[in-house]
T-cell receptor
Framework: DAGVTQSPTHLIKTRGQQVTLRCSPKSGHDTVSWYQQALGQGPQFIFQYYEEEERQRGNFPDRFSGHQFPNYSSELNVNALLLGDSALYLC??????????????FGPGTRLTVL | AQSVTQLGSHVSVSEGALVLLRCNYSSSVPPYLFWYVQYPNQGLQLLLK??????LVKGINGFEAEFKKSETSFHLTKPSAHMSDAAEYFC????????????FGAGTTVTVRA
């Protein structure tokens, strides 16, 4: 049973560029959340997707956007990259919380470096 | 709004000694609480979770945690540390039936001395 997978593993961009990160949820999961983990800090919630819609959003600017596809996979897009966007981006999948399942399974992350 | 405070950014223990990692939370409703472990250059792995059932929760790799509502705490323990326990540990809280996000603490790095 494949767990959560993310691509690419590492990415280097320059300021002002745009980036797209991808995530495939654990088999059977329908909900995808994205987190940003800066060096030496805990993960910070960016947003969550369920049924192809953004269901909840954290305190991140509109430069951060996402998408969920019918097969439940997801993309995170960041526009106009800033140096401060350098971080490990984690994807987590889960079953819809309303079903009583609230456990999130994390992927290995994408390390984004902005120069 | 919920939040988590992890007391101590670094903990050093001898192999075979008790591991104790402290987590205090704030939440306006009964919370769901989690401990995750992160090994270098990897994602987060769930150690254990509290979801309003038993207050003493047993997890993987010999870890357990006790939910104490009166102290708003969810401390993580392991009776005997192993070298493989060296990692970063995060406490997280989720609140309410309509709040889907996890709010994490800043993490505690554990080193194990031979």
């Amino acid at each position: 049973d494949a767990g959560v997978t993310q691509s690419p593993t590492h990415l280097i961009k320059t300021r002002g560029q745009q980036v797209t990160l991808r995530c495939s949820p654990k088999s059977g999961h329908d909900t995808v959340s994205w987190y940003q983990q800066a060096l030496g800090q805990g993960p910070q919630f960016i947003f969550q997707y369920y049924e192809e819609e953004e269901r909840q959003r954290g305190n991140f600017p509109d430069r951060f956007s996402g998408h969920q596809f019918p097969n439940y996979s997801s993309e995170l897009n960041v526009n106009a990259l800033l140096l401060g966007d350098s971080a490990l981006y984690l994807c987590a999948s889960s079953l819809d919380r309303r079903l009583g399942r609230n456990e999130q399974f994390f992927g290995p992350g994408t390390r984004l470096t902005v120069l | 709004a919920q939040s988590v405070t992890q007391l101590g950014s670094h903990v050093s223990v001898s192999e075979g000694a008790l591991v104790l990692l402290r987590c205090n939370y704030s939440s306006s409703v009964p919370p769901y609480l989690f401990w995750y472990v992160q090994y270098p250059n990897q994602g987060l792995q769930l150690l254990l979770k509290y979801t309003s059932a038993a207050t003493l929760v047993k997890g993987i790799n010999g870890f357990e945690a006790e939910f104490k509502k009166s102290e708003t705490s969810f401390h993580l323990t392991k009776p005997s540390a192993h070298m493989s326990d060296a990692a970063e540990y995060f406490c997280a809280v989720s609140e309410g039936s309509n709040d889907y996000k996890l709010s994490f603490g800043a993490g505690t790095t554990v080193t194990v001395r031979a």
